[in-house]
Each structure stands twice: as C-alpha cells, then as structure tokens.
C-alpha cells in the first residue's frame, strides 16, 4: 500500500515539474518571439501593434528601442512627475502619459561584480519602505558580457497601482538603471513587452 502511495506521489511530482517545464518553455519561447519583433521595429502582440525605434543615449553606447509614438518628457515635466531628488534623466512617455520608459545614469561607483547586491539592496528598500507592496519576478542576465539585475514590483500612484520592471547595470564604473512601468490593470498586455525591451538593450565601446 505504500509502495503505491509513493509510485502515485512520485508520477504527480514527475507531472507537475512537465507542466511547470512545459510553461517556462512557453514563456522563454514568447519572449524570444517578443525581441525579434522589437528588432524587426514592429511589434504585433495581442493588443498592441507598434512601430519601434532604436535610441543611442549617453554618446551611442547604451542602446534601448522604444515605440516610435512615444515622445521624451521636458525637465519640467520630469520634475513635476518625479519630485524626489534622484529623478530620471530621461523619461520616455506615451500619449496618455501612462506608459513611461525613464533611464538613469548616476555617478555612484559600480563594478560589473556588484550589480546584482545593488539590485538586492534596492529591492530590499522598496520592501521595507513599501511593505505593502509586492516582488513580483526578479532575476539576472547577461549582454555583451555585462550583468544585468533586474526585478518587478508594485507601487502606489495617483492613477491607480502601477507594475514597474526595474533593471540596472554598470555602465563606464557607475550605475545605469531604467524602469518601464504601466499602471498594473494594463500589465498583463505589456509586461512581455517591458521584458523584451529590457532584453534588447545593447552596449557598444
């Protein structure tokens, strides 16, 4: 009788970790799909039919696309947006302004070694500071053999709680990070995309 119970435990186990495998395949696959279209400059995913661009900041070397109709927010509006002394330098917005794409560069020092303490220290903070609000993935990964550490989470804004995909990197010794955010009620359309845009980033010397 055991004998059975453990065969039944184990053939369970064996089916839940080939659906789980199965899934994360899925996803690894749909994202793939998702870059390729960000480097072809239009996507076409569920709801979303977007012309694409590839922006050079900071003299050419970090790289990001972006959609075409989204425009770069004044000072002004970047102040107004964002009031805390650590605001971005570049802010990426769509129409309604509800979709943002911000990219800072800060003069604190940051080897490629420390990345993923920094992302842990910074996600640690926003746990302690918000501790209502949720992890929801994070992870690391490599492009042009720098490590990129990133994680998502919620936050609280005026129009509603938004999803945010957090990633940063050392960039000449120093911290380079951006943030795509949307409000969480949209995120189920747009996180692959923030994924593939995340995922797309390219350095050049």
């Given at each position: 009788?055991?004998?059975?119970?453990?065969?039944?435990?184990?053939?369970?186990?064996?089916?839940?970790?080939?659906?789980?495998?199965?899934?994360?395949?899925?996803?690894?696959?749909?994202?793939?799909?998702?870059?390729?279209?960000?480097?072809?400059?239009?996507?076409?995913?569920?709801?979303?039919?977007?012309?694409?661009?590839?922006?050079?900041?900071?003299?050419?070397?970090?790289?990001?696309?972006?959609?075409?109709?989204?425009?770069?927010?004044?000072p002004k509006q970047i102040k107004?947006?964002?009031?805390?002394?650590d605001r971005p330098l570049i802010?990426?917005?769509?129409?309604?302004?509800?979709?943002?794409?911000?990219?800072?560069?800060?003069?604190?020092?940051?080897?490629?070694?420390?990345?993923?303490?920094?992302?842990?220290?910074?996600?640690?903070?926003?746990?302690?500071?918000?501790?209502?609000?949720?992890?929801?993935?994070?992870?690391?990964?490599?492009?042009?053999?720098?490590?990129?550490?990133?994680?998502?989470?919620?936050?609280?804004?005026?129009?509603?709680?938004m999803y945010n995909l957090m990633?940063?990197?050392?960039?000449?010794?120093?911290?380079?990070?951006?943030?795509?955010?949307?409000?969480?009620?949209?995120?189920?359309?747009?996180?692959?995309?923030?994924?593939?845009?995340?995922?797309?980033?390219?350095?050049?010397?």
């Amino acid at each position: 009788m055991d004998d059975h119970l453990d065969e039944k435990i184990l053939s369970i186990k064996e089916i839940l970790l080939g659906t789980e495998e199965k899934a994360k395949q899925e996803e690894a696959d749909e994202l793939e799909v998702m870059m390729d279209q960000i480097r072809d400059l239009e996507v076409t995913h569920n709801d979303l039919n977007l012309e694409m661009v590839q922006e050079s900041l900071f003299n050419g070397k970090f790289k990001i696309y972006v959609p075409c109709e989204f425009v770069l927010m004044t000072p002004k509006q970047i102040k107004v947006k964002y009031p805390h002394d650590d605001r971005p330098l570049i802010v990426y917005m769509n129409k309604k302004n509800n979709i943002n794409i911000s990219v800072n560069h800060l003069p604190d020092e940051l080897s490629d070694d420390d990345v993923m303490e920094l992302r842990n220290v910074m996600k640690q903070v926003h746990i302690n500071v918000n501790p209502n609000e949720e992890i929801l993935d994070e992870g690391g990964f490599k492009v042009s053999g720098k490590t990129i550490g990133y994680y998502a989470f919620t936050s609280a804004a005026i129009g509603g709680q938004m999803y945010n995909l957090m990633f940063i990197t050392s960039f000449e010794e120093t911290v380079l990070s951006c943030n795509l955010n949307c409000l969480m009620k949209e995120s189920e359309s747009l996180k692959l995309f923030f994924y593939g845009i995340m995922r797309t980033i390219e350095f050049t010397d």
